[in-house]
């Protein structure tokens, strides 16, 4: 009767558990949809305000572009309205996939990340460091631009046309440093045109077919290139600035070397596919890893190299709150008072500004074009995002419970029931007894259980990794708040457990 009484729970469970998880993602559906008018309103203040004269905005979930907005016309001259089809320039969003291209041909052997630049680009092996023991240039110094180059905001956006003879020349002339390699960030496009370049070398291909070959044809983005004088004029969103009053039509730059820092034209519907790519990368898993380029090499662009910067977040973000900023490799890494970690980068460019902002452990991403000069809507894609987690609509994903986790947490209520860590053993590190005595265990665990009475060690942990977790148990009086941490043993051992009373 046991066995029978077993089979029908787990046959319940398995009808109960996709029947909860379709009504908890009809609800999602049904709160996303109520929230998107009030999303909506906020880029079109944002347009109004800023005399965009269109932009198109999406959110990417699950997998899925589950909301896509156009607003405006994408020209002023022929009026046509702006539509997830539309061409937009997204600038310095590009730098991402030039990222990607370089993590690719690491992931081939084909260059390391801490190869000299001059390696791969012999033009800079003449180059006139700053002081004699200057570190030379690395592939990962560019990537994450501290290879000493100065910032050059919008000198770079103007250069996007440069024919890559003149760039070759350039390049074998030298730049002046604005500091020594690996000092600080400072923000380059130079860096990540001269990695367009390395891409190129190594390729035997331009960059932009590389880049194509390996991201934009393999994720059907069909409607992305580098040319915009290859694209359907009809469908292309001009770029404009506002000044005296009136509107002025930018001028189009060609492709050319300093692409790679920010010259592609892409569409929402182009673009969500590739946000959804992106996304898929986490969490880490054991599932068919099909590509394009490795998930753990997507994951890796998330790291940087610690030069992290404290401030005050931009006003038009909200009330005041202190931000850290790394730059990684294609994005910044921000924390944020309200919103936690996130991932993000923007587009500025004569004509054309944009925003992404991914929160990869709840995989939501969230994007918009603008065809207006260094106009990012990054305030109301920051408020769709803070509104999205406020709604519960960006939970993060639930870690996996180890083997070890699951172990450690029984040993916890073992130690809990009989108030003696010794009911762990053999599961204890050799370091548990010497940090605390077994008296003190005793003394410690009987003062709790007098203040909250009996507690009940059914709830799962919460992992935090998949050696430490935290655990919250009901109790008579209150609740009891735990954790613990494993040590790198085999089998792994509990050198860490805490109790304390809530």
Same mark, same amino acid.
């Given at each position: ?45 944002? +347009? ?237 898993? %054991? ?74 452990? @709840? ?20 408020? +769709?995002?803070?509104?999205?987690? %406020? ?10 419970? @180890? ?8 040993? +916890? ?6 108030? %003696? ?13 010497? %940090? ?67």
């Amino acid at each position: 009767m046991a066995h029978r009484l077993t089979i029908a729970a787990l046959v319940a469970f398995a009808v109960a558990a996709p029947a909860q998880a379709q009504a908890q993602a009809q609800a999602q559906e049904q709160t996303l949809a109520a929230l998107t008018p009030q999303l909506d309103a906020g880029f079109q203040s944002f +347009a109004e305000a800023r005399h965009v004269p269109g932009l198109v905005w999406g959110i990417v979930k699950d997998g899925a572009l589950v909301h896509v907005r156009g607003i405006g016309v994408q020209d002023l001259e022929g009026r046509r309205p702006v539509t997830p089809a539309s061409r937009f320039r997204i600038a310095s969003m590009s730098k991402a996939f030039t990222a990607l291209t370089i993590l690719s041909l690491r992931d081939e052997g084909r260059l390391g990340l801490d190869d000299l630049a001059e390696t791969h680009v012999p033009e800079m092996r003449n180059w006139i460091y700053p002081t004699k023991d200057s570190p030379r240039i690395r592939v990962r110094d560019l990537l994450h631009h501290v290879g000493g180059l100065v910032e050059d905001d919008p000198w770079g956006d103007r250069q996007t046309s440069l024919p890559g003879a003149d760039f070759t020349a350039m390049l074998a002339a030298g730049v002046p440093f604005s500091r020594v390699p690996q000092e600080a960030q400072e923000y380059s496009n130079f860096g990540y045109a001269t990695l367009g370049r390395i891409i190129a070398n190594i390729s035997g291909k331009p960059f932009e077919q590389a880049i194509a070959e390996r991201i934009f044809q393999p994720l059907g983005m069909t409607h992305t290139g580098y040319d915009v004088f290859a694209s359907p004029q009809a469908e292309r969103a001009l770029g404009y600035r506002f000044e005296e009053g009136a509107f002025k039509r930018e001028p189009d730059m060609a492709a050319g070397a300093f692409g790679a820092m920010g010259g592609i034209e892409t569409t929402a519907q182009d673009y969500g596919r590739y946000v959804a790519w992106l996304l898929d990368a986490w969490p880490a898993r %054991d599932d068919d890893d099909s590509g394009p380029i490795a998930r753990s090499s997507v994951r890796s662009l998330v790291q940087g190299l610690n030069f992290v910067r404290f401030g005050q977040r931009n006003a038009g973000l909200g009330p005041p709150c202190t931000q850290a900023v790394a730059y990684a490799m294609g994005f910044r890494m921000i924390s944020d008072c309200d919103v936690g970690e996130y991932m993000t980068h923007t587009g500025g460019y004569p004509g054309y500004g944009s925003v992404l902002i991914l929160m990869p452990e @709840s995989g939501i991403g969230i994007f918009a074009f603008a065809n207006h000069t260094y106009s990012a809507p990054v305030a109301p894609a920051y408020a +769709a995002m803070k509104a999205l987690k %406020d709604a519960g609509l960006a939970p993060a994903r639930a870690t996996p419970i @180890s083997p070890a986790v699951a172990r450690a947490h029984a040993d +916890a209520a073992k130690v809990w029931a009989a108030a %003696d860590i010794l009911a762990a053993n053999p599961n204890l590190a050799m370091n548990m007894l010497l %940090d605390r005595g077994v008296p003190e265990w005793r003394l410690l665990i009987t003062r709790l259980k007098t203040q909250l009475g009996t507690c009940t060690p059914t709830a799962a942990p919460m992992p935090t990794g998949r050696l430490t977790a935290r655990f919250s148990w009901p109790c008579e009086r209150g609740t009891l708040k735990g954790s613990f941490m494993l040590a790198p043993t085999h089998p792994p051992t509990i050198q860490q457990l805490r109790f304390q009373a809530e």
